[in-house]
């Protein structure tokens, strides 16, 4: 099969011909019809994710039609289309026992444990777990687009911050990660305010409903400039890029017992940022992180999608092939324009 391939990190994927996966005892091999290029994609290639053994095969946004299956794999079968979390658990630990495969000690992360997506086939393990059967109406973009940015942060928002109706809810970082969190919170009937230095990406997170925007280029006190706006501060804050200037402000804007998300990966050079902890106790703030999405708790985006509520075709900024993405995952730390992209050409 054609893939994307490297052998060292930091250095240019090439696109050759490697040998096509075959299932595991649970597993199943998948024809590649759309997969999305992610920040996390370029963290692996630079070295930051320590899951990555050389050479590898990245990419874990997917969708596509089962080809092939495992002998013990009883949900699925050859000719369905299914995506699958970023994050798959192993279906018999304690975690995922309790619904939270998403934190399983043995999971599978395509593009990350194994080889991944940016490629014709992609093997995905503990198939009966994590696959999603894909309804008919639901594009294979659009669907591949749902498995890591769009999931982890319906998560953050829903599950993680409980975010509820009339709530002030600030996200910090207008990529893909924060027009998803934006589009998911207005959907839920908060007041999202959009906070990015690029003017670009704030007018297109009006359209993806932000109630208010702060280009923090501009204005001298971010948390500040939010605690304005929401007279008091946030009640729930998430930094959706990953920085510890983004993680700080997150944290300092928000109101007494406010909740904070963190979904950015904090990796390298930035794991470990500075948090106003005085704040944190004084005030009650809660912190948590969000890392991927359970597949069982699919249906209840699917079904938003389907009900017109969230709209995440809206964020495919433009589809790509294979040879193209290789510029494109190197460029992503400097990475300009609104929406992401999603390789849909092998």
């Known amino acids: 099969m054609k893939a994307m391939y490297y052998e060292a990190f930091e250095q240019a994927p090439d696109i050759r011909t490697v040998p096509d996966p075959t299932p595991s005892e649970d597993g199943v091999v998948i024809a590649i019809a759309a997969t999305g290029l992610c920040r996390s994609d370029w963290h692996g290639w630079m070295g930051h994710d320590p899951d990555i053994r050389l050479p590898h095969v990245p990419g874990h946004e997917l969708a596509g039609k089962i080809v092939a299956t495992g002998r013990g794999v009883m949900r699925f079968k050859a000719g369905d289309r299914v995506t699958v979390p970023f994050v798959s658990g192993c279906g018999h630990c304690s975690e995922c026992h309790s619904g939270n495969q998403q934190v399983c000690p043995n999971q599978f992360q395509p593009g990350f444990t194994r080889w991944g997506s940016f490629a014709e086939y992609v093997a995905i393990d503990y198939a009966d777990t994590n696959l999603v059967h894909l309804p008919n109406s639901v594009d294979d973009a659009t669907a591949a687009s749902l498995g890591c940015r769009f999931a982890t942060s319906f998560r953050a928002v829903a599950d993680q911050a409980r975010t509820g109706p009339g709530e002030w809810i600030a996200i910090h970082g207008a990529g893909g990660v924060g027009l998803s969190a934006i589009m998911i919170a207005s959907a839920l009937g908060a007041n999202p305010i959009a906070i990015d230095i690029s003017e670009e990406k704030l007018a297109f ?142």
């Open 205 to 346: 997170a009006r359209e993806c409903g932000a109630v208010a925007t702060i280009n923090a280029a501009a204005v001298a006190d971010v948390a500040e400039a939010v605690r304005e706006i929401t007279k008091g501060g946030a009640h729930v804050s998430i930094d959706a890029l990953g920085h510890p200037v983004t993680c700080f402000n997150s944290i300092k804007n928000l109101r007494r017992r406010g909740r904070h998300v963190q979904i950015g990966l904090m990796l390298g050079e930035h794991s470990t940022p500075q948090i106003p902890m005085a704040q944190v106790i004084s005030h009650e703030l809660e912190i948590y992180g969000s890392h991927g999405m359970q597949a069982w708790r699919y249906d209840a985006m699917l079904s938003m999608l389907a009900a017109g509520k969230i709209a995440p075709q809206k964020l495919i900024g433009r589809t790509i092939s294979l040879e193209e993405a290789v510029p494109a995952l190197m460029a992503m730390d400097r990475a300009e324009g609104t929406g992401i992209s999603v390789i849909t050409r092998f």
